[in-house]
């Protein structure tokens, strides 16, 4: 086994920091669509605020996750 000096790569880490704004706002607006899908095929408008109030946490939620990931890459990994 060989020691490498070199310091690890974290492909993913780097694509969520540099995409993740946008990737938590694609995926807050599934339950948004699907609301919208369920609106127009017949269901009750209350499935349709459900959905809002869905996508909004689930924004929230990865939007925090990715500062996180920021803050985490920014002090943790080397450049």
Known sequence: MSM???PPVYPTIRFLVAKGDLL????????VLLGFWGLASGFS????AFAIV???GLWLILR???EVLRIL??????R
């Open 64 to 66: 925090s996750y990715v």
């Open 73 to 78: 890459s920014d002090t943790l990994m080397p």
């Open 54 to 56: 869905v996508g909004t």
């Open 24 to 31: 938590a706002v694609l995926a807050a607006l599934i339950p």
């Open 45 to 48: 408008w209350v499935w349709m």
């Open 4 to 6: 490498s000096n070199q």
